[in-house]
């Protein structure tokens, strides 16, 4: 049995059930999911709830039990101890696995017993070896209507490009300002440079958690249209129009993060922040695609 923790926004759970998924099919397993996190913790100042009903997930949910089984004792010591245990006792020894680094472990693809996964696992390395298996947890369960179906057709009639902008809280959140790289305008442009270099005729669709903002202050000559009318329980649908529009120019965000990968476009460009964060501690390397064209 392989128990996953799922925490954070949308794009965090979908890295953390695919790494799940996968060592589920590696060691021929049940997988289980910990929402425990959703019903006890907020994610910065911003609560957030379970979304991955909006997919073709498996959806098995541990019960106490098994928790107890795989997670084992979460003293408040236990719990601050076990990144440092985790990095000196071999994952293979492990039932409680915590995420020792950002960076792609290789240890975790050794794993053949039970284990309670603890991160956020972002790395496409942890899972591309089931790509077309997630592809299908990962399809929408319900079709497309109104407003979101229209912008669909069109995108897939234009050159379409995506454009995500993240501010929210990474600006408005003092705990964030100084982690989260925030992308300037001058990457958005050079971006959009480097696509309409090999690219005729784009058509530029603009996604943000504050759209005002990127209506202000983005100027750019192609025909644009700019997406605000997914709010709340319907944000997801913002990742479902980029995932089918051609290209992507991603913000350093998880979220059109899986919006450029969900994109099966077989001649897409994504475009990808080479900064993510403010700070040096993090291993970004292995958390874009070879593919992706970082700037």
């Known amino acids: 049995m392989v128990i996953v923790k799922l925490m954070g926004g949308l794009g965090n759970q979908m890295f953390q059930y695919a790494m799940a998924r996968a060592l589920s099919l590696r060691t021929n397993t049940e997988l289980k999911l910990d929402l425990s996190w959703f019903a006890s913790e907020t994610y910065g100042e911003i609560s957030r709830p379970y979304e991955l009903p909006h997919f073709a997930v498996i959806e098995n949910i541990a019960t106490l039990k098994e928790l107890k089984q795989l997670k084992g004792y979460e003293h408040r010591i236990v719990k601050k101890l076990r990144p440092i245990v985790s990095r000196l006792i071999p994952t293979s020894w492990q039932s409680h696995i915590q995420e020792k680094y950002f960076h792609f472990d290789l240890t975790i693809l050794s794993i053949k017993h039970d284990a309670y996964l603890s991160g956020y696992w ?174």
């Open 122 to 295: 972002h790395s496409a390395k942890y899972f591309s070896d089931f790509t077309n298996t997630l592809r299908h947890d990962f399809t929408f369960n319900q079709p497309l209507t109104g407003e979101n179906k229209r912008i669909a057709e069109e995108m897939l009639e234009h050159n379409s490009v995506s454009l995500h902008i993240r501010r929210g809280d990474y600006v408005n959140n003092t705990k964030n300002i100084n982690f989260y790289e925030s992308c300037s305008l001058d990457y958005y442009y050079k971006g959009l440079a480097k696509i309409s270099s090999r690219q005729d005729n784009l058509r530029v669709y603009v996604f943000s958690d504050d759209i005002e903002w990127a209506k202000r202050n983005l100027d750019i000559t192609y025909p644009t249209l700019f997406i605000n009318h997914n709010q709340g329980k319907d944000a997801f649908e913002d990742m479902r129009l980029m995932s089918l529009c051609k290209h992507n120019i991603i913000a350093n965000s998880s979220f059109s993060w899986w919006g450029a990968w969900l994109n099966q476009y077989p001649e897409k460009m994504v475009i990808a922040p080479k900064r993510w964060f403010n700070q040096p501690l993090y291993d970004t390397r292995d958390l874009l695609p070879d593919s992706w064209i970082k700037l």
